[in-house]
């Protein structure tokens, strides 16, 4: 059974970073993409950011020039650098990978921001 296992959510101050991991196993195949995702209390999931196996990226407009997205092929791990944090950046963030035509889905970590 696919595994996605995120670490790295936390309590931060506004300004402050945070970098979140997620790490694929028991995948079989390439992993065309792998992002995250936040959901905010109340309000629906959003996509944050999205990386494919070529290394293209995809932002959403409110995290561009903050978050920066990477990942080690070889690892099948993505990661999350968030930078100049804000308190609307409070949420789960959740991890997930694109194999062929499904996705998976990590259990979430919290990224709570204090001001």
């Known amino acids: 059974q696919v595994q996605l296992v995120e670490s790295g959510g936390g309590l931060v101050q506004a300004g402050g970073s945070l970098r979140l991991s997620c790490a694929a196993s028991?995948?079989?195949?390439?992993?065309?993409?792998m992002g995250w995702y936040r959901q905010a209390p109340g309000k629906q999931r959003e996509l944050v950011a999205v990386?494919?196996?070529?290394?293209?990226?995809n932002y959403a407009d409110s995290v561009k020039g903050r978050f920066t997205i990477s990942r080690d092929n070889a690892e099948k791990t993505v990661y999350l650098q968030m930078n100049s944090l804000k308190p609307e950046d409070t949420g789960v963030y959740y991890c997930?990978?694109?194999?062929?035509?499904?996705?998976?889905w990590g259990q979430g970590t919290q990224v709570t921001l204090s001001s």
């Open positions: 028991r995948i079989i195949g390439i992993i065309n993409r």
């Open positions: 990386i494919t196996s070529g290394g293209s990226t």
């Open positions: 997930y990978a694109l194999v062929g035509i499904s996705n998976y």
